[in-house]
């Protein structure tokens, strides 16, 4: 029995050792055959990895070789280019500068840039200084700045030239920039621009005698007017009464600055209307105008200053200035009952469209006009004295006046070294008073050889390139308009 149990139990430890051993080997076969796998992927990685590092050794070694020679190009130019000079191709723009009317000279060169960028050869740029040199009238460059003349002007700077930088053309160095110049004479053209009822205005309004601005209503609308009454009125003694009308853009204190000079020396009440919005109701000129609206208002005006004062209603005197001027003849058209004469300041340009149409005043009556052989409107040619001409021989042949005019010249012809046309002047003057008219009424008309669109003997408003020249051999005041309107009166 024992003999049998250990001999079963030896079986069992054979059994359990065949087991033990077949396990074993087939760990062991299993095991190597991984191993010799893993070790032929690890070869080919190995093999792999080494072409990629040999690879990149080489990469590297062109790109280590490519920057030593950018770099030693890059040594190279700049050894040259510390060794060649350095020039000036440009400066920068600079900005432009708006100021105010009656600024003076030193004012706008404050405002002025002191500096600009100088462009270089090299490609950098260097800050330097501006030297102004001039403030001038772009088409006439004699024409400098003036306080009170409005308008684009051209300031021009020189550059100073940087240290060590050369300059082969000097125009480089030169630098213009605009100026623009603000009128309140111009409100609707200069909205920006300070109004003259500015305190910082009221001395230019320094006659000894009363001002005022009022204002009615007529037709529904509010309207405006500015007036001067001479100092030694007094009720007692009847005024004359002259309605000023402004032109485009323009308002009716711009008309009574200095003008209230003459009214005051002369002896007449001077009224100045605004008209309703930028220009006067003026037909053929605005768009759907409606002249009467105008007609009303200074009928209605004539009437509020007889009430207000002692006017000699037999002598009331319109005259206007361009757009006023238009305005004038249609109240010479249509309130002959109220007015006595009229004065036109280049603006004929209603008459002659009168002329055109063969249109007929209600009676006779004095008129006065001016106008330039080179007036500009924004800078364009206006021929306004050809209008002129038409509307004088249109109210010359109407009023049966002489057909052969007294003729003045200024300046004098006769007068030692005087040739005419005149050398070295600006303008000229020629009169040509034509009389013996219905009545006693004369038509009397002053060309201004080369003047502008501007009021004799006045001030130059605007740059000469843009209105023209104003002339100074004759005032439009004392030479022009009063000596003739003065003498007449309503029949």
């Known amino acids: 029995m024992d003999m049998k149990r250990t001999r079963i139990l030896l079986l069992l430890i054979v059994v359990v050792l065949c087991l033990a051993l077949a396990s074993y080997l087939s760990y062991y076969y299993g095991y190597t055959t991984a191993t010799a796998e893993r070790m032929v992927v690890e070869e080919a990685l190995r093999e792999e990895a080494s072409k990629a590092i040999e690879e990149i050794k080489k990469e590297a ?22 060794k060649a000079p350095v020039y000036v191709v440009g400066v920068e ?24 960028n100088v462009i270089l050869s090299n490609g950098s740029k260097v800050v330097s200084t501006l030297n102004w040199t001039s403030i001038t009238d772009p088409l006439f460059p004699e024409y400098k700045y003036s306080p009170y ?52 205005y009221k001395d230019l309004f320094n006659q000894p005698g009363t001002y005022k601005s009022e204002r009615i209503v007529v037709d529904g609308l509010n309207r405006t007017y500015h007036y001067y009454v001479p100092s030694y009125y007094n009720g007692t003694q009847r005024m004359p009464l002259v309605i000023s009308l402004h032109g485009a853009w323009s308002c009716g204190l711009a008309n009574l600055l200095g003008a209230d000079d003459y009214a005051e020396k002369f002896g007449f009440i ?54 006023g001027g238009m305005m004038a003849t249609y109240l010479a058209l249509y309130l002959p009952h109220k007015i006595a004469a009229v004065g036109i300041i280049s603006g004929a340009l209603s008459l002659a469209a009168l002329a055109d149409a063969g249109v007929k005043f209600p009676r006779p009556m004095t008129f006065v006009i001016t106008a ?38 200024w300046p004098d ?68 308009l009063w000596p003739y309107l003065s003498k007449c009166t309503l029949p």
């Not at 030693?72 to 040259?80: G, H, N, P």
């Not at 219905?438 to 001030?459: A, K, L, N, R, T």
């Open 372 to 409: 330039g052989t080179y007036e500009l409107l924004f800078g364009a040619p206006f021929d306004e004295h050809l209008r002129a001409r038409k509307a004088v021989t249109y109210l010359v042949e109407q009023f049966n006046c002489s057909r052969t005019p007294e003729v003045t010249f």
């Open 93 to 116: 723009p600079v900005a432009n500068v708006t100021v105010e009317w009656l600024t003076p000279l030193e004012g706008v060169l404050a405002k002025l840039p002191k500096t600009a």
């Open 149 to 200: 003349t409005a308008g684009v002007y051209r300031a021009t700077a020189t550059v100073s030239l940087p240290y060590g930088v050369y300059c082969t053309d000097p125009k480089l160095l030169i630098v213009t920039t605009n100026v623009t110049v603000m009128t309140p004479l111009l409100p609707y053209l200069y909205p920006n621009a300070t109004p003259l009822t500015d305190p910082r």
């Open 413 to 480: 012809p006769k007068a030692k070294g005087v040739y005419w046309p005149p050398t070295g002047e600006r303008t000229a003057v020629v009169r040509y008073v034509y009389s013996g008219g219905v009545g006693g009424v004369q038509v009397v008309y002053f060309e201004i050889i080369g003047g502008g669109h501007c009021w004799p003997g006045g001030m130059q408003y605007s740059l000469p390139s843009s209105v023209g020249w104003v002339t100074y051999h004759v005032e439009a005041w004392s030479d022009c």
């Open 61 to 82: 070694i062109s790109a280590i070789k490519a920057l030593k020679d950018e770099i030693a190009k890059a040594i190279d130019e700049a050894v040259k280019a510390a």
């Open 270 to 323: 001077l009224v100045c209307p605004d008209s309703y919005g930028y220009i006067w109701n003026i037909p053929g000129v605005v768009a759907g105008a409606n002249v009467t609206i105008d007609v009303n208002f200074i009928s209605k005006l004539i009437d509020v200053m007889s009430e207000k004062y002692n006017i000699d209603t037999k002598r009331v005197y319109v005259v206007g200035i361009s757009a």
